[in-house]
């Protein structure tokens, strides 16, 4: 079974500060790991991915996110935060070795409030 | 870039009425998914398909059916409508053949489809 746990329900940060959302996961084999980002009433977007390459991901408007298998973590960062970031940010799961169509297992999402 | 379709953006129905919601996938994208939100919620797997056929099941009703056709668009049949089926639903649709392992592949998600049953 795989499963994420987004450890922060809230968020907030003054522009120009840097931003941390931290996600762990939990899955029975090796994982692939996702950043969403949704805006108030729109769709999802994918900020990043991990895949089992670097372990280092850069995604867009900045983001970016470091895989920590030791410590089963997947935390989103960036430098300095901007108005434009405030949104809901979910971590994802996808179990790698599942089969076809691998469905994509959601955290409960991490509201970023950014504040003058 | 072409990006997933869904329709209708928005829907109103009654209790015990039924809905079809539709989705077209990016082109050459042959693997769909369908996703579940309710209000303040994180989405909730329903169901997928890969080339034509249901490749995964999640919390998805028996009220609820689903099928991709052979232009790979899919719809979502949700009958007997009740209060709780109001949420936004979100079909994805990703590249299953490109020759990664299907969980590699990044799940392009619709803008949604918002359901309110009265």
């Known amino acids: 079974a795989q499963s994420v746990t987004q450890l922060d329900s809230h968020v907030s940060v003054s522009e120009g500060t840097p931003v941390l959302l931290r996600c762990n996961y939990s899955?029975?084999?090796?994982?692939?790991l996702f950043w969403y980002v949704q805006h108030p009433n729109k769709g999802l977007q994918l900020l990043l991915k991990y895949t089992s390459a670097a372990t280092l991901v850069k995604g867009i408007n900045g983001f970016e996110a470091e895989f920590k298998k030791s410590e089963t973590s997947f935390h989103l960062t960036k430098p300095s935060a901007h108005m434009s970031d405030a949104a809901e940010y979910f971590c994802v799961v996808s179990d790698r070795f599942s089969g076809t169509a691998s469905k994509l297992t959601f955290g409960t999402g991490t509201r970023l409030q950014v504040t003058l | 870039a072409a990006g997933v379709i869904q329709s209708p953006r928005h829907l109103i129905k009654e209790k015990r009425e039924t809905a079809t919601l539709k989705c077209y996938p990016i082109p050459r994208h042959d693997t769909v998914y369908w996703y579940q939100q309710g209000p303040g919620q994180d989405p909730q797997f329903l169901i997928s398909f890969y080339e034509k056929m249901q490749s995964d099941k999640g919390s998805i009703p028996d009220r609820f059916s689903a099928q991709q056709f052979s232009d790979y668009h899919s719809e979502l049949n949700m009958s007997s409508l009740e209060l709780g089926d109001s949420a936004l639903y979100f079909c994805a649709s990703s590249p299953g053949t490109s020759g990664l392992p299907f969980s590699y592949n990044e799940q392009f998600f619709g803008p949604g489809t918002r359901l309110t049953v009265l």
């Open positions: 899955s029975s084999y090796s994982p692939s």
